[in-house]
């Protein structure tokens, strides 16, 4: 089993750009599909991109198509989640998750699909 630490949360103004990481510990990475949610406060834990294990395959919701990018440094067990043009409406917790079972990105969007999860990284936009 795999253990998630993300990092590159923070504060930007409306338009700026933060890209976040999730380090993964464990020999066995690299038979992780990885995926990224988001909360913000009173509302549920959303889909934000997922990745396939070897990184060729990616998928991100509607909400961020075009300005988020999902990406995977095997060598590095490390995911990636650059975030651009980022809006007011962007701010939450965002939690980077593992899933061993599953490698179908349309599952992957579902919460469900992960085994493990992050403790989450804050990112604020200001507007």
């Known amino acids: 089993q795999v253990h998630l630490v993300e990092s590159g949360g923070g504060l930007v103004q409306a338009g700026g750009s933060l890209r976040l990481s999730c380090a993964a510990s464990?020999?066995?990475?690299?038979?992780?599909?990885m995926g990224w949610f988001r909360q913000a406060p009173g509302k549920e834990r959303e889909f934000v991109a997922a990745?396939?294990?070897?990184?060729?395959?990616?998928y991100v919701a509607d909400s961020v198509k075009g300005r988020f990018t999902i990406s995977r440094d095997n060598a590095k067990n490390t995911v990636y989640l650059q975030m651009n043009n980022l809006k007011p409406e962007d701010t939450a917790v965002y939690y980077c998750?593992?899933?061993?079972?599953?490698?179908?990105?349309?599952?992957?969007?579902?919460?469900?699909?992960?085994?493990?999860w992050g403790q989450g990284t804050q990112v604020t936009v200001s507007s």
């Open positions: 464990g020999r066995t990475y690299r038979s992780y599909a």
């Open positions: 990745i396939t294990r070897s990184g060729v395959s990616t």
């Open positions: 998750a593992a899933s061993n079972n599953l490698n179908n990105l349309q599952r992957l969007t579902q919460k469900g699909a992960y085994d493990t």
